[in-house]
């Protein structure tokens, strides 16, 4: 029987790792393409991810039509533990999140953002220490620029693919996308791998030969 482990638990757990170990573990199944993009960073080195990917897509569009604009009702569709991961179809032009759409995240719960493309209002973001790992900075508006046009469908972020309720993991060395069906085999995989790689930290500081221990795990 399969082991169900409760979301809030998962999150908590997979914070407990670092994005290498899962990115490992994903590359020992077979997924070897799915670490997002090197240009996707986070605000500090200290900001951590962990969470249900909740997916928007947006386009470049003129349109100043409040009615047909989804972001900010994007942000009110999302529930705790859930990341924001933006497909920003490549536009380079704006801003396509910042302080607004923070708080609202905050508000409901939400545990941090992906956004490939730009952010804005950094300094705003900081004192919120609300994680937002993105491609860029651009203070100009998307009003009449770029729009959200569609939410909770497969995107691409950072050059991967990820769909609704796929795990997003994310810390200083980047973010790493666990398809859902794999979320709780992963999880124990990556704890396994990290038991092992302090067993070799710890001979290593011992003094046993790098050479010999790299024969014996596999790994470094």
Known sequence: MSTVIPLNEMVDRYKKLYVPA???VLDSLGLWHQVM???IKPLR?????AGVAFTALGRSERSE?????LGAKMVDHLSPHDIAVFDCADDRTVGHWGELLSNGAIARGATGAVVDGGMRDTAAVLDLEFPVFHRFRLPRDAKGRWNVVDMQQRVVCGGVPVSPGDFIVGDCDGVV???RELATEVLIESETTVKVESEIRDRVRAGENVGDL???YDRF
Do not use: F, G, H, N
Not at 45 to 49: A, F, N
């Open 45 to 49: 080195l200290t900001d951590k991810i």
């Open 37 to 39: 993009d090197a240009e």
């Open 177 to 179: 996308v666990v398809p």
């Open 65 to 69: 039509d409040r009615s047909i604009r």
């Open 214 to 216: 790299y024969m014996t």
């Open 22 to 24: 899962v990115a490992d």
